[in-house]
């Protein structure tokens, strides 16, 4: 290498299926419908799926819970507390930014301390959603940030 360039981690196709597959399993066992989105580090979709019975909208949430957790490498059910410490506008301003999640069910995904990606979930509570999200984050052995 020329030192202008670095190796990066990557999810592999088998760690989006797995990691899918744990939340849906997670969800099934609580007798939820859900949606759950995987990104990968820069927050673009690597992988989707929509339980029959799930909600609509909750499609369009789940992507954007991922693309939030891995945009700021921060769990999407941690903004209430974060958000405290800051100005008005801040406040305000962040939360009315177009795919920002700032509630419960997106995880960022890492590898040895680095982002590979996020996960995102939608369809039950908050806390529901997290541990769907959790689930896959447990098959994949990352523990969330």
Request: glycine letters at 14%; one cysteine or more; aromatic letters at 6%.
């Amino acid at each position: 290498m020329n030192g202008w360039t670095r190796p990066t981690r990557a999810l592999t196709l088998e760690a989006v299926r797995a990691a899918l597959d744990a939340a849906v399993d997670a969800a099934g066992r609580q007798g939820l419908c859900i949606n759950v989105a995987v990104v990968d580090a820069s927050g673009v979709l690597l992988g989707f799926l929509r339980m029959p019975g799930a909600f609509l909208h909750s499609a369009d949430i789940a992507v954007d819970k991922a693309y939030t957790a891995a945009g700021f490498r921060l769990p999407t059910g941690a903004w209430d507390d974060v958000l405290k410490g800051h100005s008005p506008a801040v406040r305000q301003g962040l939360p009315a930014r177009p795919r920002f999640a700032g509630f419960g069910g997106g995880l960022p995904l890492s590898a040895e301390g680095e982002l590979v990606g996020g996960i995102g979930v939608s369809g039950g509570s908050e806390e529901q959603d997290e541990a769907c999200a959790r689930a896959a984050c447990a098959v994949l052995g990352m523990a969330p940030d």
